[in-house]
């Protein structure tokens, strides 16, 4: 702030003020120079270092697209050395027929390797050879391979994640299925970060540990549904209780201040599992690092909470997971009324533990959910990458339609919007899931190379963004509006190939430049 | 793979064209059970592709990717195929199909991606040229609407903006309004294109219509013609949805038949529905004449996204205890109750709000414009319960309706002595819009309904899953699995 002199502004020449020439007049004359000095060498200092920004940005996508050509060459170098090897072991195999032997059933040549062969690698690897396994010596059992090894690159795009479905789930979690209150021998990590460091720079921290919870959930849920059996009106109990918060998300709408009733429901069922009793469980297995005892007076402070409690929370979590599925998913509006009532739930200290908030376990329910969430990738050409983008399956083992798995997608990428992009300044409690979840979310889609995007991530991205853009913008300014730019003009702009789902992202720029008069082209 | 359909071949054989030149009005009929015949690719053993991933050096993953070393196991043409019977499953795009940009780009804001499979049909004969006519059937949900929107916004001749070009008829003012939605939409980012809807109270006595589509009622529209408020020189296209109920009702079809007679230069009659019951289908063969035909059997009737499911109540009363639980089954979004009187349909209002549903009721007991608004709050979200008498059983769509509720099994005839079938098919066909699950639950508590929907059922021979009300834990498990199971509860064939 300007300092301000009795005197008045200095531009306010009175010819009847005598002081007009006091030194004071003149020190503030040189403050307010000084100051407007500042603020334009702020700005100007700003502008430059955006442009630098701007211009390493740049950079990098230069430098990846490079990278992907490179990659891109040496794959194909590589696949056509395959046949090559395949083509020549054929050769090697055609003048070997078996002498005509008419007694045993027909037993065609040993065939060669077929070199369709999945890799032994974990990763599908489909566009860039893996750095430690070159996929092509797996291919042909021969010994003496010639094939010269793509040289490592550490930043190969190639996905490395392990496969999604069999993290070993940690031996403290195991635990919690012996029912009662067992003593937790062993506590849950703190930080549990085993292969985090491996991991390329895509893929969000704590991708695994949100898998180990999920089946640490699940393993909740047994053991739950096993006292049930022998405990008939406990399972009466949960079932209702059950079926009380899944109407109650049901009952949410948009319509302000209508949805008192059903949130007061919910809470009050969460509340309830305390009074029933149950045994306690440490809910630090269900969280991604366990925070130690608050110094401060907060509720559930020890070392424990009740198993039922936890249980309806991931059933709470399961509800809103599904109405994102089925219901935002074909109107992404309704989305908005049910990540209110998550902010508000799981920023609710009473229903916290520590002072923390347990929403990591919704989280884990939407990290395997919507794993391009997480800036997990995917082709959605091969199994394997339908797997790791979240493409489920039906009872019989068939992928589920393409327009499902879309719809899916659409209320999954609008929820996680409305979790995310929550204000949180004028209330008492904590941001459980602050906004910077949804930039990372943004950053780790958008900075997919074009030859490994998938349809999965334009629909995500395109109903993480619909209706979320002022919010957006709200928390992020001029940030956000380039970021804006580089997800809905940049980022399909680059698509391989010109689909559905990268159109749709484009036609909503033109609709926020047509309804908002947001043009992000220019 | 030798069985799998060439979709250029079969569409010859499936849709017949008429042979314009010797007999205009002779047709073949066929039926889309040529595809269901058509063996699904043999399913590929999955496990064996499973496998494959885990183990290098297994070679079962099938010599037909040889050529093709990817360091990944694809998607195996099975599964991209897998739903070769459903009614949504297509192979094409949309851009495949040369539809004007203009008219793509709002299809993408509406988040459509592929083709359904009437729209993959349908729309080459309905875009070609000269303009043919079409009778068209497919199951409820699955983009008759947007067939012949694409149809007729790529008819327009825009350089007459206030000339009217394409008349589209429904049955109810609420179909009109949202066939106009659906066409404003798709419409959106078409330069120049008018829309107006010709609704009771819709038209000022003595204004012109003056917009290059047209959405109306027919009583409505034919007024506007007589008061010579509604220049027809220019009608190039009649599109009637939900034309089976139209022509069989005695008023309505006379409408029609006058408003069509009205239009000297129409190019293109249209005729859209979910049924087409035979005696109607004779009279909607002479209404447009020479048309392509897509039809359905039967027993294909039914999208098997529907699960169908009924609940045996304790009697009449009992029925609202059980109607309170069922929310809590299964994750609802929004959901229809048909209910048979005006009276119950608002008792049941009362309670459920209690409950803390947001409900709203409509019946023929609701004027025109409150109508409108009541059907608004629905499709907007604000209400999520919608309560109902038959007003509403055809065409209206909320895609985020997951369950229709048959509080009163629909009946016809004197005194309600006779299961309706039809009217089931279309109530239930709210839910399930274009390839999501929905569920139906109709309550019986007596012989007589137990009956009713019996027949119902051997009708369209649809296994129905039976509920308990006694135990809800149980319950909610064999809903979980119904939902899940790609079968139950439907009459999809293995």
Redesign the interface.
Known sequence: MLRRSHIGSPYNHDMRFETRNAEDVHKDALAAALAEHERVRAIALRAYELNELREAQERLRLQALQEEERVRIETERAKEECRLREIENKKKQIPVPAPRVKTPPPRAPSPPPPAVQAPAAPAPAAQAPKPQVPAAQKLTAQPNNQLPKPTSKPTSPADQTPPQKAPQPQQSSVTTVQPPSKEQTKPAPTQLAPSASKKPPHILADVDRYTEIHQSLKKLRATIVNEGKQNLPFKKKTGEMRRAIRTSMGQLTGEKGSNKQPMAKIVAVLKESFQVGSPGVDPSIFMVSKPGPSQQDVRNNGDELPMLFIYLLNQFAKAVVAQFVDEAGVSPKAAEPIGIVVASIFSNPELGWRGHSLIDILMAKMRVACPVLWGIRGSERTEEGRARLGWKKDDEGNWIPEQVHVTRMTGLGAGYAAISLRDFSKSRNENPWPPWHYWRAMASITSTPPSEASSTQYVVLKSMVENYEQRFLGFYGNAALAALRIALVDFPGRAVERSAASSALAVLADKLKRDKGLDLMS | MAASPNPAGSLEDRISKPNAATDATAQSISAWEADAAAPAEAKDD?SG??D??V?????A???S????????????LS?LQ??AN?P??SIG???ELGINPQI??GM??M????PSKIQERALPLLLSSPPTNMIAQSQSGTGKTAAFVITILSRLDYTKPKSPQALCLAPSRELARQIEGVIRSIGQ?VDGLTIQAAVPGAVERNAKVESMVVVGTPGTVLDLIKRRQFDTSEMKVLCLDEADNMLDQQGLGEQCLRVKNALRNVEQILLFSATFPDAVMRYAQQFSPGANEIRLKRDELTVSGIKQMYMDCPSDEGKYETLA?L????????SIIFVKTKESASRIAARLSQD???VVAIHGGFEGADRDGIIEDFR?????VLITTNVLARGIDV??V?MVINYDIPMKGASDSQPDPETYLHRIGRTG?????GVSISFVFDRKSFQALSEIAKHYNIDLVRLDQND??KT?EIVKNVI???RAGTNLKA
């Open positions: 999955q592709a499973a494959a991933q183990d290098g050096a297994t070679d993953a099938g010599g990717a040889l050529h093709e070393p990817q360091y990944a196991v694809e998607v195996k599964d897998a739903d459903s949504l499953y795009s949309f851009e793509l780009k993408y804001a988040n459509f991606k592929k980012f639980q929310y809590g089954l299964m994750t609802i979004g929004s803390g549903h947001k907007q979200g604000r209400a999520k895609q985020s997951s819009r274009f390839g999501r699950v809800w834990d909610e899940k199971s790609s």
